[in-house]
């Protein structure tokens, strides 16, 4: 295990929480994290490393228009880059190294997100506001290293009608179950599981958590206290599409009580077209999908497709309110 830590990293407490957990890690320090994120390495055989880093300039970018729930949302970002190898991830190619860079200074993060806050209080806007924290990485993976939950839930919980939503193929989490929460539970954060079946998990979702683990995971949440969004996302045209997820939609039925789960989304995918380019460098799988051209940026998989997938799953799930992306 290699640490490459950032010389304005090196006082936070998480860098030293983390440092103590890796004691038989080498560390080499280094100026600044792109110095070794932005080298272009994917191509090498790699050590495990990881960045310690210190984020400045912090910004919570809003997502796009229709991004799930409507009204005033936003991203931001702890860590980049993610240890799973989802085939289809934009990621692969929007980052040049496989490391993850963490960022360890949650509390200017945490400045930027409250002074987001109270901005769009001040301006009379009273609808929920909900900020997204897993678009650069599956933080609930890593939690047991950064302490993510430990600190943003406790943060989020300070506002009202704020939500908070941790995206996430892992089953693991220990750090969500084992803390008390002060004895209340957590009303400003949501899990949410991304879940596809299991051919396609073992086809295009290489080292995430299986389907049965992940279903676990929330069957325990949801027994224990949390919000529980679930994402059937992405879904992908494989051959034999319908029948595919049609069982899926028949097995998972079976596992999860429905009433329990917070929300349901479906989403499929759409790439920009240079990400699509860059994805048909790195995998061929896509030639064989039907993707067509939807704006002059844009691809997204064939209208008759998503068509198919809004029916089956509005139908499969009469009695929820599904939300759909931009599919
Ligand atoms: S888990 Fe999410 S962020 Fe990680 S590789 Fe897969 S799609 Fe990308």
């Not at 228009?65 to 009204?71: I, V």
């Not at 061929?284 to 064989?288: D, I, Q, R």
């Given at each position: 295990m290699l640490i490459y830590l950032e010389s304005k990293a090196k006082s936070y407490p998480l860098t030293q929480q983390i440092l103590s957990k890796f004691s038989n890690a080498s560390v080499i320090e280094i100026d600044h994290y792109k110095n070794i994120f932005d080298k272009n390495i994917w191509n090498h055989k790699l050590a495990n490393a990881i960045i310690l880093a210190k984020q400045e300039n912090i910004s919570i970018l809003p997502t796009p228009?229709?991004?799930?729930?409507?009204?005033k949302a936003f991203f931001f970002k702890s860590v980049l880059n993610c240890i799973f190898d989802c085939e289809y991830c934009y990621l692969k190619w929007a980052f040049k190294t496989p490391f993850p860079s963490i960022f360890v200074n949650y509390q200017d993060i945490q400045n930027v997100i409250s002074e987001k806050i109270t901005s769009l209080r001040k301006s009379w806007y009273a609808d929920t506001i909900y900020f997204y924290s897993s678009n650069y990485s599956d933080i609930q993976w890593l939690d047991e290293m950064i302490n993510f939950n430990q600190s943003f839930i406790p943060f989020f919980e300070k506002f009202p009608n704020v939500l908070m939503e941790s995206r996430t193929k892992s089953a693991n989490m220990a750090s969500l179950i084992r803390e008390d929460w002060e004895g209340s539970i957590p009303q400003n954060t949501e899990i949410s599981f991304s879940l596809n079946p299991q051919s396609i998990i073992d086809s295009f979702e290489h080292k995430t958590s299986s389907l049965d683990e992940r279903i676990n995971s929330i069957n325990t949440l949801i027994s224990k206290w949390f919000k529980v969004w679930i994402r059937f996302l992405p879904l992908l045209p494989v051959e034999n599409y319908l029948q595919i997820y049609t069982d899926f939609i028949s097995y998972i039925k079976e596992k999860v009580d429905f009433n329990k789960v917070n929300s349901i989304f479906i989403w499929s995918i759409i790439y920009t077209k240079s990400d699509y380019n860059n994805l048909l460098k790195r995998w061929?799988?896509?030639?064989?999908w039907k993707f067509q051209e939807c704006s002059d940026w844009f691809m997204r998989i064939e209208d008759r497709i998503t068509q198919d997938f809004k029916n089956l799953f509005t139908s499969s799930f009469p009695d929820k309110r599904i939300l759909f992306d931009i599919i």
């Open positions: 228009a229709n991004y799930w729930y409507p009204g061929n799988f896509a030639f064989e």
